[in-house]
């Protein structure tokens, strides 16, 4: 389900009131289930020891992460999507602070999490394990891009402790990176969060609309947790007409990616920038809501994500430990023949995952570079047209304008055209860029679907055992997300002041002398900056589907050989330790089956 919360009012301006957002999500409390928490904790207490006996960190530590909600009485809500939506701005809004570090380049580095303390207080993780306590007013050392570069001082988490009434019920507020810009080990850690979230706030902006790695993050969001709110940012940059619009456009796009109807998918329009100064009254709204569901929700929604994921780490440790029991019982020139089966059935869908990353990023590469040397090629066609129209644009400016006023017109118009060659490529070419690469998104999945199938079948021919399902993987939808405008990249006269002292008529001469060059060069920087900014976005969304496409592919496989060799290695030892190892296989099933049919 998702956070139930209202569509936009259908008042003016941004100036609503919070009645007209937050109209009609009171309700009764959900009575306590401290019982049901009580019975979940001793049960993933039991799942991460049985794991750990078995030799499974992975499940172990995975039951033992989802414990620490239960035990702490927390709720994480997690600020999700793309670089620049405003997550960090948002959150101070939503804390009433200016607490986490916000700019016009991409900031957030390092994921940083938000909890309740009496006083503000900071603590630092590192990758190595060595956790340090800083003043407070350090946080941008650590958390900001430019004084943290690729995170090159290892941190893996900040912790900050704020007294804020927000977080007083067990609320925690994480910002993480981001993904989708040029420092990718950034879009790394914000995926890597993803396992921790309870709750996410899914962050969008008016500039760009949801685009194809967008989706797939959220996507991926969605079957980690089913508690998304969504939020436009940054409606206080465009008219309310534009947001509407947007936002329309964006709840359309949700709906495909969570398979719901648009009028299921609420977005909250807020200007977390202009709360901060007092003049939006939308996120206060916003704040009572996340309050009233951390209030009436917050245990069943620990509770519910508590189960779903004892019951994965269940399942792929009962997938472990069955085919284990069944190479022991196998004789010796049957078990090296299912060894040798399965070492080849997973090899083989590893490097078929790797393939069909390669092809991706190897289409991208083709079809991209082959549409921007036919942009550039078609922007150098449109050099003699654009000198033109410059050339009549500095003959009509009325001769009382001054040189700086002339060179300023001249800025402006050079600028103006060069987007409208590019613009207008685009319009026509476009779609065409996008198909081609769903086209081979779409056939890559397919092709990796059909290898785990053919894999899953082999291991349940070959041990009778059912390989864990994952979620299926969708293709990636359209959108025109793979350009963007080259605003500010196109040359600008320089007015110096020799030059700004000539007489009028022969400023304007020299400026009609130098349209060739100045026209050749906005064309071939535009063009560079769209080529360039393709290349990124598409391989950026390429990289997110190959990525939780890899994944789906191997979910649940590992483990599996390991428990194989073991089977083998006793096989080799006195008979009676197989058979100890027999009985301690059946007693871990048998409590597994315990587990599962209590969490029911």
Known sequence: MEISIPRE????????????VDAGVRGPAEPPSGHSSTHLVRGLTQLARLAERFGDGGVAEGARAALRPLEENLLRMVALG?????????????????????????????????????TPCLTVFYAGGDVETADIARLSDFVVEERNP???????????????????????????????????????????????????????????????????????CATLTPHLLFVLNKIDRVSEAEWREIL?????????????????????????????????????????????????????????????????????????????????????????????????TLGSLTSRADRA??????????????????????????????????????????????????ATIFDDELQER????????WSDNGSQIVRGLLEEINRVSDELVAARREAAEWIQEAFGVELPEEPRVEALKESGNFYRRVEGVTP???????????????????????????????????????????FY?????????????????????EGLMDGVRRAADLQLEARVTADDRRRELDDGLAELRRLSESRS
Do not use: C
């Not at 259908?10 to 007209?20: I, L, V, W």
């Not at 939503?94 to 916000?102: E, F, I, N, R, Y």
């Open 357 to 406: 990353s390669r092809a991706v990023m190897a289409a991208v590469d083709e079809s991209v570079g082959r549409a921007g040397d036919a942009m550039l090629a078609h922007a150098r066609s449109k050099r003699a047209g654009l000198s033109g129209h410059l050339v009549s644009t500095v003959q009509a400016a009325p001769r009382s304008e001054s040189n700086a006023s002339v």
């Open 492 to 534: 600008r006269l320089t007015l110096d002041l020799l030059r700004a002292l000539l007489p009028r008529g022969m400023y304007r001469a020299w400026i009609r002398r130098s349209v060739p060059k100045l026209a050749a060069r906005a064309l071939d920087m535009g063009a560079g900056q769209v080529r360039g900014d393709m």
């Open 82 to 118: 793309q670089f620049k939506r405003g997550k960090s701005t948002l959150l101070n809004a939503l804390l009433d602070a200016d607490l986490l570090p916000s700019g016009i380049a991409p900031v957030t580095s390092v994921s940083t999490v938000v909890r309740w303390s009496p």
């Open 418 to 425: 060069t987007w409208a060659v590019l613009d207008a490529w």
């Open 150 to 220: 690729g995170n090159a001082l290892g941190v893996s988490l900040v912790e900050v402790g704020y007294p804020s009434e927000l977080l007083e019920d067990g609320l925690v507020l994480v910002d993480t990176p981001g993904i989708g810009s040029t420092d990718r080990a950034a879009t790394e850690r914000a995926y890597g969060f993803l396992p921790s979230v309870d709750a996410g706030l899914v962050v969008l902006s008016p500039d760009p609309p949801v685009g194809e790695a967008e989706a797939a993050y959220i996507r991926e």
């Open 248 to 344: 329309s456009f964006n709840r359309t796009v949700l709906a495909d990616v969570l398979q719901r109807a648009p009028d299921d998918v609420h977005i909250v329009p807020v200007s977390a920038r202009a709360a901060l100064q007092g003049g939006d009254r939308r996120v206060e709204a916003l704040r009572a809501r996340i309050q009233d569901f951390i209030a009436q929700k917050g245990v069943h929604v620990r509770e519910q994500l508590a189960r779903r994921r004892m019951h994965a780490a269940a399942v792929t440790l009962r997938a472990r430990l069955e085919v284990e029991r069944q190479a022991l019982d196998m004789e010796g020139a049957e078990l090296d023949e299912r060894i040798q089966g399965l070492r080849e």
């Open 537 to 557: 976005r598409a391989r950026e969304t390429a990289r997110a589907f190959t990525s939780e496409l890899r994944t789906w592919t191997l979910a649940g496989t």
């Open 9 to 20: 009012g259908s008042g003016a301006g941004t100036a609503t009131a919070p009645e007209a």
